[in-house]
């Protein structure tokens, strides 16, 4: 018997400020980001709970990066998850860039908006 196939899409949705994950057109988690002039500052990844234990985050974040990448940008991993995938992931170290005070303090202004 053969299983039913499930469709994972990852986009970008730019006026959200976010890429999202989808399971058979069901947004199912999202990673949110900000622009800081050629740096893509990722702040929180989250999966709703009725999807967990799938993977889903690692995908998504995966595709954001390739992303990130195909565009020219860097990135910043603000968002624990996005550092923790980023540690096990090294084919993106050479795309990220240091967390600093000063890139938390301009992150805290943009969200207060």
Not at 48 to 60: H, K, P, V
Request: hydrophobic share 40%; aromatic share 10%.
């Amino acid at each position: 018997m053969t299983q039913p196939t499930t469709a994972r899409t990852v986009q970008r949705v730019d006026a959200r400020h976010r890429y999202e994950i989808l399971v058979d057109g069901t947004t199912a988690g999202f990673t949110a980001y900000r622009d800081r002039d050629d740096r893509r500052v990722f702040f929180h990844t989250e999966i709703d709970d009725a999807f967990a234990g799938q993977g889903l985050a690692s995908i998504l974040v995966r595709q954001a990066l390739d992303d990130v990448r195909a565009s020219g940008k860097r990135f910043l991993p603000v968002c624990p998850y996005v550092a923790k995938f980023l540690k096990s992931h090294d084919e993106f170290a050479d795309l990220a860039d240091p967390v600093t005070p000063e890139v938390l303090q301009w992150l805290e202004t943009v969200l207060a908006r």
